[in-house]
């Protein structure tokens, strides 16, 4: 135990406060037993520090652990956690918790037995395919970390501080916030950010981020998804080259029986590892309007999950068609707006709001005839009527 609180407190020590994410201040901290999801480098540990640095309470009354430490090979969960709340604890923070056989089991036990400790836990959003030996679902309050978002860049990055906003005030009133903004060189900037931007630790190495990424990449595959029962651990490769194609393919509409017989997998395991990949973060699976979303629905167009990724995964030419469409359905799928493939257009917002996504040039002649149309405008600063910039859609969250 003292190893731990050893650890616990170095990190602590080195956590800093300035930039906090938003979710920090949305989650309600009363609860005795919160779950933050996310995919790999979202910033879960960096949260979760930050809450407990935060906390107004004694140091041995706060402790930090993480599942992968070894100290797990020998000791179980509830015995840490015992040990602690008898030395006087009473938050306890635990990371990475899809890395320990049984989890959910004890995390469950500690909350039903001891009301008087509060429990903070992270893993990886592949979590929520598993299937756990028992259910949280009525104890624990489950919240969600993206990545980045463009507003979130722009004060981590540039220190530029932006309150976030609705896709309504986008919609109407896109030309006074883009204005607002103009002396930034929007455009630039959003460059900068759909190349690196998503993932907070690349602040720690901006040249070797790509790589870095990559390898993330692959611990997911090899790692996170080896937890979900029946994958096949020698597809990874194929999977991997799934991935490297879609970063280099125009925006993706998939025959799904002959993309499986290219990789060599039956249709329906095709289908099944492409939600693994959208659970664990790593593409978009958009559908066309009005179908449903069973476990073997065939999407209508596969996307990678972020702009990031894109250059991560290929050296070869980027498609900027895709890039912008995985910029669109990632913004506003993390501020909880539904999207979905249009009859006619691109996609189609809350069943509501028709998009066509391009570049400076794109015109209304593909949505012409159709209500609540707007076009999302790739490389102009300010927009028009409804021509709006396409990164204003990165200030929602």
Do not use: C
């Amino acid at each position: 135990m003292d190893i731990l609180k050893e650890k616990s407190a170095i990190l602590l020590r080195q956590t800093e406060l300035g930039f906090q994410r938003s979710l920090l201040q949305r989650i309600n901290w009363q609860n005795r037993l919160i779950g933050i999801l996310g995919a790999r480098g979202a910033g879960k540990t960096t949260l979760m520090l930050q809450r407990m640095k935060m906390l107004d309470v004694a140091d041995d009354e706060k402790l930090y652990i993480s599942l992968d430490d070894l100290y797990f090979t020998n000791h179980t969960l509830v015995e840490t956690a015992e040990a602690f709340r008898k030395s006087g604890g009473r938050y306890l923070f635990v990371d990475e918790v899809h890395k320990y056989d049984g989890w959910a089991r004890e995390l469950k036990n500690l909350y039903d037995f001891y009301r008087d400790i509060h429990l903070v836990f992270t893993g990886s959003s592949i979590i929520e395919m598993l299937s756990l030996e028992v259910d949280l679902s009525r104890r624990a309050h489950i919240h969600h970390l993206a990545g980045f978002s463009f507003r979130e860049f722009l004060s981590f990055e540039h220190g530029v501080e932006q309150p976030a906003v609705s896709l309504q005030d986008v919609l109407e009133n896109h030309v006074a916030l883009a204005v607002e903004l103009n002396d930034l060189k929007p455009v630039k900037v959003f460059g900068q950010y759909l190349a690196y931007g998503y993932y907070p630790y690349y602040k720690e190495d901006l040249a070797g981020y790509p790589l870095q990424l990559a390898n993330v990449v692959n611990l997911t595959i090899a790692y996170d998804l080896a937890f979900i029962e029946d994958i096949d651990k020698q597809q990874t490769r194929k999977i991997n080259q799934l991935l490297a194609s879609l970063a280099t393919q125009v925006p993706f509409k998939p025959n799904i029986s002959e993309l499986a017989k290219t990789i060599g997998m039956s249709r329906t395991t095709l289908i099944q590892y492409l939600h693994y990949l959208e659970k664990a973060k790593l593409i978009q699976l958009v559908y066309l309007e009005g179908k449903g979303l069973g476990p073997l629905e065939k999407p209508g167009k596969l996307l990678l999950d972020n702009p990031n990724l894109f250059y991560a995964l290929s050296t070869q030419p980027k498609n900027a068609g895709s890039i912008r469409e995985s910029f669109f359905v990632n913004q506003l799928r993390n501020a909880g707006q539904r999207v979905d493939l249009a009859k006619k257009g691109d996609f189609i917002v809350d069943s509501q709001y028709v998009f066509e996504v391009g570049g400076a040039k794109k015109n209304f002649s593909q949505i012409a005839d159709v209500p609540n149309a707007y076009v999302a405008a790739d490389d102009i600063e300010v927009g028009n009527g409804h021509k709006i910039p396409l990164w204003l859609f990165g200030m929602l969250y």
